[in-house]
């Protein structure tokens, strides 16, 4: 709906004008603009561009391929891994990944570009992760964690979650009758002692499986290895059972209307309950972390001051949402985001796996909501967090009102800003030598998206792609190509591949607009600032009639929430 929303608004503003512009085609939407291509990304020998694309205007989309081997995009129709599979960022350092397809456990090498399957068991494998050793992975199956060796072939169970309550079996009281039986029996001595015999020596002989961990009725998610598999967290979800709404739904096939489940309505009765538990592996104990002394985490919203059943109320307890932690590349260093279900709170701490406590490094605030790009604005979902070397994490935040890249050293426990300015960043990606970050911004206007790199030590940017427009860029694994999905103000998507240099010429590689789009003159709309009530500069584009066509009537859109 995104990608062809601005240019149905355009078409509507010109329909006034425009003879030839049927309101029938205004209403095809891509089928008259155009199917435009979306979710491009590499294939897994960096190698390839793929992408989802729609030229023939079928019923949906279809993977296409495209090198440079290629005059024009083709369209995947035969099983390959080079066209199946998409480059594995987080397994860009090894020859052979590992991946799941079907719930099966397959390998694919790089330099033989050969896949072999692994393991296929009935209950599905899923979730695989790399270790700090090269040869052991872990991957999950049916909620729990294993560790597999790929040299030797040996599988290890790290963790036993059971869902239910645990069956606990009351031990038996010794009563009057059994103690004078035993007493005057020495049958009955013997028995006993027979069997606590057997009980022993089947004890030192039995393996050793993971202690079950029972999570009754919650929902388990969340679940992570430590990159050396010797700890698991988790989260354990409790979320309230509350009546859904309906909305009709008056087109049906029946022409009959119907109602259709929705969410509950928000109110902070939606509230959910959280735990954060780590597994020790070693010593097979599991413990719960507490947030409870988190900054501000006991302190009402501000609205509470303009209600005077709030006014002044000592007890608030903000109910909290944790999420999987952030290793450094060593495996040693842990930190973790929380955001505040109310949307008003966002902390970043570093966990300490062994004790299960966590020290604050980053609390950012907003009585209004909490969010931006790299920050959720969804309690429920991650922002940019990761690490540059084993000390140094990144991380983005709002604090001066612009949503900046920031980084922060566990050693010296310094925050340091990489940029700054009235423009935000869109989109982060650490470089392959960790000495600079490519960022998407809206440094030239709020309504371009920029590409740059910036150099993490002197935070220098150097301009990419910095013309009018829209740049959505997917590097190439060895960052020397740039694949480039661009929009202008009278332009639909389309993609384009070029060298990774300032300026660099793009060569477009899909022609999406239809023969009837084309035909139509597109004018480049202005681009305006005004101020508003407050001050705050508002941005716009501006569509201006022909002189003779003047008559001081508008159509204004507003978007908003």
């Known amino acids: 709906m995104k990608k062809y929303t601005s240019f149905v608004l355009l078409l509507f503003t010109f329909f006034a004008s425009a003879q030839n512009l049927r309101l029938e085609d205004i209403m095809k939407g891509n089928e008259f603009i ?11 020998d960096g190698q390839t561009v793929l992408f989802d694309w729609n030229p023939n205007n079928e019923i949906g989309n279809s993977t296409y391929f495209w090198n440079s081997m290629l005059k024009s995009p083709q369209k995947v129709t035969t099983s390959n891994p080079i066209y199946d599979l998409d480059f594995m960022a987080t397994q860009k350092d090894y020859d052979v990944v590992y991946y799941t397809n079907q719930g099966v456990l397959y390998s694919y090498t790089k330099s033989t570009k050969k896949t ?14 790399r270790s700090t050793n090269a040869d052991v992975i872990f991957f999950q199956q049916n909620r729990n964690v294993y560790q597999f060796n790929t040299k030797d072939f040996s599988i290890v169970q790290l963790i036993n979650f059971k869902s239910g309550k645990e069956n606990k079996v009351s031990k038996e009281e010794d009563s009057f009758l059994k103690n004078q039986q035993t007493a005057l029996f020495q049958f009955v001595r013997d028995e006993e002692a027979s069997s606590k015999w057997y009980e022993e020596k089947s004890k030192s002989k039995k393996e050793k499986f993971p202690k079950e961990i029972y999570y009754d009725k919650s929902s388990l998610e969340q679940i992570k290895p430590s990159p050396d598999g010797k700890f698991v967290t988790f989260r354990l979800s409790d979320y309230p059972n509350l009546p859904s709404t309906n909305v009709e739904n008056f087109i049906t096939d029946d022409g009959f209307t119907r109602q259709e489940k929705a969410r509950a309505k928000v109110s902070t009765e939606n509230f959910s309950k959280h735990k954060f538990g780590i597994f020790n592996v070693e010593k097979d104990t599991t413990y719960y972390v507490s947030f409870s002394n988190l900054s501000g985490i006991k302190d009402s919203p501000k609205y509470y001051q303009e209600y005077e059943n709030l006014k002044g109320q000592s007890e608030y307890d903000i109910p909290v949402v944790m999420q999987s932690p952030v290793y450094s590349p060593d495996g040693k260093n842990a930190v973790l985001e929380i955001r505040s279900q109310d949307n008003k709170h966002r902390w970043i701490v570093q966990l300490d796996l062994v004790s299960g406590k966590i020290t604050e490094l980053d609390h950012q605030h907003d009585d209004a909501w909490i969010g931006g790009p790299g920050i959720p604005g969804y309690s429920f979902s991650g922002g940019t967090l990761g690490f540059i070397d084993n000390s140094t994490f990144y991380f983005q935040s709002e604090a001066t009102g612009f949503s900046h890249l920031y980084t922060y050293n566990l050693k010296t426990k310094k925050k340091e800003a990489l940029t700054k300015g009235n423009w935000e960043v869109r989109e982060v990606k650490l470089s392959n030598d960790k000495k600079s970050f490519y960022i998407i911004t809206t440094t030239t206007h709020p309504g371009n998206r920029s590409f740059y790199k910036l150099d993490i030590a002197s935070k220098k940017m150097t301009g990419i ?25 009278n332009k639909p998507w389309e993609l384009y591949v070029g060298a990774n240099k300032p300026n660099s010429e793009l060569k477009q590689i899909t022609f999406s607009t239809t023969p009837e789009f084309k035909k139509y003159n597109w004018k480049t709309p202005e681009v305006i600032t005004f101020k508003a009530e407050d001050g705050t500069n508002v941005y716009a584009r501006l569509y201006q009639p022909k002189v003779e066509n003047k008559n001081k009537a508008a159509v204004i859109f507003v978007h908003g929430a």
Do not use: C, F
């Open 34 to 44: 155009g199917h435009q291509p979306d979710n491009h990304r590499w294939s897994i």
């Open 465 to 489: 792609l910095t013309n009018d427009g829209n740049y959505e860029v997917e590097l190439s694994p060895d960052e020397k190509t740039l694949l480039v999905r661009y929009s202008y103000k």
């Open 116 to 129: 072999k399957k692994v393991i296929q068991l009935a209950d599905r494998i899923n979730s695989v992760e």
